[in-house]
Nanobody
Framework: QVQLVESGGGLVQAGGSLRLSCAAS????????MGWFRQPPGKEREFVAG????????IYADSVKGRFTISRDNAKNTVYLQMNSLKPEDTAVYYC?????????????????WGQGIQVTVSS
């Protein structure tokens, strides 16, 4: 089992920045590909960004390319999501997730372990 805990969310004005962190505990001897997802109010959960087990490969949703950066520090069992130039439409509950394998993928169903989520609100 792997437990994931997100932190760093909150309220920010449009154009501002936030950095989310996701700390993993439990069965962390294996480095998993990790993803960030979000669920806007009244909408389905959607993919945001993913990173391979060693950080060598990343993928992003088109809506966040050039604004968000995913990274990881395996020594600290932590994955980050740096969010810049935030827009009101980025408002959502953000989740981190872990999957088996080597490369991260964009499908919600591909991920085995999930954090509890954290609120990010961007005001206009």
């Amino acid at each position: 089992q792997v437990q994931l805990v997100e932190s760093g969310g909150g309220l920010v004005q449009a154009g501002g920045s936030l950095r989310l962190s996701c700390a993993a505990s439990g069965r962390t001897s294996t480095n998993y590909p990790m993803g960030w997802f979000r669920q806007p109010p009244g909408k389905e959960r959607e993919f945001v960004a993913g990173i391979s087990w060693n950080g060598g490969s990343t993928i992003y949703a088109d809506s966040v390319k050039g604004r968000f950066t995913i990274s990881r520090d395996n020594a600290k069992n932590t994955v980050y999501l740096q969010m810049n130039s935030l827009k009101p439409e980025d408002t959502a509950v953000y989740y981190c997730a872990a999957q088996f394998g080597v490369l991260a993928t964009a499908g919600v169903a591909d991920y085995k372990y999930w954090g509890q989520g954290i609120q990010v609100t961007v005001s206009s």
